[in-house]
Structure formats: C-alpha cells, structure tokens
C-alpha cells in the first residue's frame, strides 16, 4: 500500500519561503503523478498544484502562480513544492497526493481523483 508523507512545514513570516517535501518509505514514486492540496481552517480542500511522473508537465492554481515551483528528483524519491511570497491566506494543512494510473499531469485533478495521500504538513504564515 502506498504510504505518502509529507514534510517541511512550519511557521514562517510573510513574505517568507518554505519548501516542502513529499516522499515514500513504502514504494517507489517515480511512475506517479503527484499534487498537492492544501486545507485551510473552516475552508474546503483546494488544489495547489501537480507534476507529472517525468517532471516534464506541471500545473498551478491561479492563487499560487509565480510564488509556488513543484518539482521532483526521482533519484532521491522526493517531490518538493517551494513556496514563496508567501501570505497568511496560505496557512493551512498541505497534503500530496499521488495518481498511479497515467503518472501524468495535464490538470489538477479533485481529491477523490489521486489514488492515496499523506497525512499533511502545517503551514502558517503569521507576523
């Protein structure tokens, strides 16, 4: 059974960076597609972004473009999301997901969608 987990949240200020990791002891990510989503307090779960099993297509919500880079290193079984710029409005609880059927990413796709996910990593962006 895969077996997500995800890594490097924290509290950091406005304006400030994390970066996030997502890995697997259990299974080998290379062939999957892998996204994350985020869970705000009172809020719904919201796609934030995904990489398909080569790295080589990639998508972003609207409210992370520019700030938010997903990318992968199959060689360390790691899917990273380095967010900048980053704002109170992306406190929250972020989750990967992997979609093992195609591997691929040509949208975010809903939750229900993904094939398994992590347990999450908080994040808060608070002065």
């Known amino acids: 059974q895969l077996h997500l987990v995800e890594s490097g949240g924290g509290l950091v200020q406005p304006g400030g960076s994390l970066r996030l990791s997502c890995t697997s002891a259990?299974?080998?990510?290379?062939?999957?597609?892998i996204a994350w989503f985020r869970q705000a307090p009172g809020k719904e779960r919201e796609g934030v972004s995904c990489i398909s099993y080569s790295g080589d297509s990639t998508d972003y919500a609207d409210f992370v473009q520019g700030r938010f880079t997903i990318s992968r290193d199959n060689a360390k079984n790691t899917v990273y999301l380095q967010m900048n710029s980053l704002k109170p409005d992306d406190t929250g609880v972020y989750y990967c997901?992997?979609?093992?059927?195609?591997?691929?990413?040509?949208?975010?796709?809903?939750?229900?969608?993904?094939?398994?996910w992590g347990q999450g990593t908080q994040v808060t962006v608070s002065s």
């Open positions: 997901l992997a979609e093992t059927v195609a591997g691929e990413c040509f949208k975010i796709l809903r939750w229900d969608e993904y094939d398994a």
């Open positions: 259990s299974s080998t990510l290379e062939t999957y597609g």
